[in-house]
């Protein structure tokens, strides 16, 4: 089966930098992808990854061990904005079925 | 860039009733179309696979009978929810994959979601 597991919750200063941390065991994998959720709202792209290290784009910055089943994402310069749901995601299935994590529920605070 | 709408966007039909859900690809073509649901505070769980001109692929506890899955054009998948139960209130979203050369590889792009409510 597809187990993927992330922090259910975190909280977060405003302009600080936070990392939601997502491990995964898949039967089979062809790469990764973070998603901002909105309240409501469906999933936006935030990063890929498929090969192992570290994407950086703009505030955000993805990384990836496949050693390890481990990614993280890493917010940088905290917004009141950023305060969504982060949703870690493998694609499987010979890259016809993406799985979804569990979810990290983010909160930045003033 | 991919834009993927979905109509309604919100619903609310009594127990018993049926509801047809769309979901169009606006500016490409998509030979193969995605249909989630999620749970207020959960994550997406993927319910089936939609492929142009052939049947939807259901994943696992997904009853094909009560959740009917149409894919008769490269733009248009459509979900009907049929005999619509108060437990079958969710979030419901549709994904489509974009050609390569328009993102990155297997990248999905998703609906704005249909909000079902049964009362």
């Known amino acids: 089966g597809q187990n993927i597991d992330q922090p259910t919750e975190m909280t977060a200063t405003e302009g600080a930098i936070v990392q939601i941390n997502c491990t995964y065991q898949?039967?089979?994998?062809?790469?990764l992808f973070w998603y901002q959720q909105h309240a409501g709202e469906a999933p936006t792209f935030l990063s890929y990854?498929?090969?192992?290290g570290l994407e950086e784009k703009g505030r955000f910055s993805s990384f990836l061990s496949r050693s390890k089943g481990y990614s993280y994402l890493l917010l940088k310069e905290l917004q009141m904005k950023d305060s969504a749901s982060y949703l870690c995601a493998v694609i499987t299935g010979g890259g016809n079925k993406l799985t979804f994590g569990t979810g990290t529920q983010l909160k930045v605070e003033l | 860039g991919a834009v993927v709408s979905q109509h309604p966007s919100w619903v609310i039909c009594k127990s018993g009733t049926s509801v047809k859900i769309e979901c169009r690809s606006l500016d490409f073509q998509a030979t193969t179309m995605f249909w989630y649901r999620q749970f207020p505070k959960q994550s997406l769980m993927l319910m089936a696979t939609?492929?142009?001109?052939?049947?939807?692929?259901?994943e696992q506890g997904v009853e094909k009978d009560k959740f009917l899955i149409n894919h008769a054009s490269l733009t248009l998948s459509t979900l009907t929810v049929t005999s619509a139960h108060p437990e079958d209130s969710s979030f419901y979203i549709c994904?489509?994959?974009?050609?390569?050369?328009?993102?990155?590889?297997?990248?999905?792009?998703f609906g704005p979601g249909t909000r079902l409510t049964v009362t």
């Open positions: 898949t039967s089979g994998f062809n790469g």
């Open positions: 939609s492929n142009e001109g052939s049947k939807a692929t259901y």
């Open positions: 994904s489509a994959r974009v050609p390569l050369g328009l993102a990155v590889s297997y990248e999905q792009y």
């Open positions: 990854n498929v090969l192992d």
